[in-house]
């Protein structure tokens, strides 16, 4: 089924680990984004990106990496993870971005990230 | 920077009554969406309201947008169990960065 699906579901690690988020999307859209969710902040955009190969920060991008050499994958990087890092991280697509776009973005079902 | 806030943040309310969610935002926008997130679930979009006076209703949910007011209000008409959930809406600036930014969301607890 078309969609978009996020691995793995929850992820235990420690500090100073390094950890990889995967998303990957099946509806062919052009843009892809990273969110963490925590209480009390909603959700904010950690990257984004257009198109493969074209990535852009958002508003919490310290202490996080992405790459997107497929249009379909989009995957997250902590290079170090801190314990401010433990979130439940949820990877988005849609058609268009900003006002270029009517659709709005379609959620994975998250990654709850724990680290100790 | 935009600011999204949502009143209240929390709201139980017996099954058949009336309510209204609000969603104000700080800046110029007609672009702004509804989301529903059930516990330990994904978010999924329930409204997408793009210009002012827009009005679209689903089932027991109605979203309207008044842009000069720079408000949203999400209500639910004769509450059921099943609309428990946390309800989150988002904007689109007209200006500046593009992106879409949450409000911090209301979670809603329907009592029988």
């Known amino acids: 089924d078309a969609g978009i699906t996020q691995s793995p579901r929850y992820k235990i690690t420690e500090t100073g680990r390094q950890v990889t988020l995967m998303c990957h999307q099946t509806w062919s859209h052009s843009y892809m984004f990273w969110y963490r969710q925590d209480l009390g902040h909603g959700l904010r955009l950690i990257y984004y990106s257009a198109a493969a190969d074209i990535t852009d920060k958002g508003e919490v991008p310290d202490g996080y990496v992405v790459s997107r050499s497929k249009t379909e994958n989009f995957p997250l990087t902590l290079e170090s993870a801190t314990r401010s890092q433990t979130s439940v991280y949820f990877c988005a697509s849609s058609e268009g971005e900003g006002r270029n776009s009517n659709q709005p973005q379609h959620f994975g079902d998250g990654t709850r990230l724990s680290i100790l | 920077e935009l600011k999204v806030e949502q009143n209240p943040l929390f709201l139980s309310m017996q099954e058949g009554k009336n309510y209204t969610i609000y969603c104000n935002y700080s800046t110029t926008s007609d672009r702004l969406y509804w989301y529903r997130q059930d516990p330990g679930k994904s978010l999924e979009s329930l409204f997408v309201l793009l210009s002012n006076g827009a009005v679209k209703q689903e089932g027991r949910l109605m979203a309207s947008l008044d842009t000069k007011a720079r408000l949203s209000t999400l209500h639910i008409t004769a509450a059921v169990h099943d609309l428990s959930a946390t309800y989150f809406c988002?904007?689109?600036?007209?200006?500046?960065?593009?992106?879409?930014?949450f409000g911090t969301g209301t979670r809603l607890t329907i009592i029988p």
């Open positions: 988002a904007v689109i600036p007209n200006f500046g960065n593009e992106k879409l930014t």
